[in-house]
């Protein structure tokens, strides 16, 4: 399962074979650390990263924690995060707040008026086993964006 995704090389391109043109923006180029699939930041690296890792890009996710790139030993590919439900709750409900951000919401049906908790798409991508993504976009209504996670039998 590849979690380690390296930055883009460089791609000289342009007029001159090097990459130059009367302006460079390049500068940056080979200086991108690499990115770990298991830190998405939004929700198209989110779902990702939850139907398998091999789907993810460089681009969108956290620095990888790894200077040395052995994902075998990264403490992110152990440290799974529990969600406690209510009994016989099989799904929750999470809607995506400003900047990004998923919360988890405890009443369905109140919009954002009920009780919110704040958790970022690299710890719902870390969730143990047993809670899987509803759908691979995120659906809309008159509050804005949410999306389903449920637990499997």
Not at 118 to 127: I, M, Y
Request: charged share 30%; aromatic share 10%; proline share 10%.
């Amino acid at each position: 399962m590849p979690i380690r995704l390296t930055p883009p090389g460089h791609n000289p391109g342009g007029p001159d074979g090097q990459g130059w043109n009367r302006v460079s923006l390049n500068a940056h180029i080979g200086s991108e650390p690499a990115q770990c699939a298991l830190r998405p930041r939004r929700f198209p690296q989110f779902a990702d990263t939850m139907r398998s890792t091999q789907h993810a890009r460089w681009g969108g996710y956290g620095v990888c924690v790894r200077d040395d790139g052995d994902c075998g030993s990264c403490p992110l590919l152990r440290d799974h995060i529990r969600m406690d439900a209510a009994p016989g709750e099989d799904r929750v409900l999470f809607r995506i707040g400003d900047h990004d951000i998923p919360y988890r919401m405890a009443e369905a049906d109140t919009g954002w008026d009920g009780p919110a908790e704040k958790w970022p798409f690299e710890e719902l991508a870390r969730l143990e086993d047993g809670w899987v993504l509803e759908r691979g976009v995120p659906s809309r209504d008159e509050h804005g964006e949410f999306f389903w996670v449920r637990r499997t039998p």
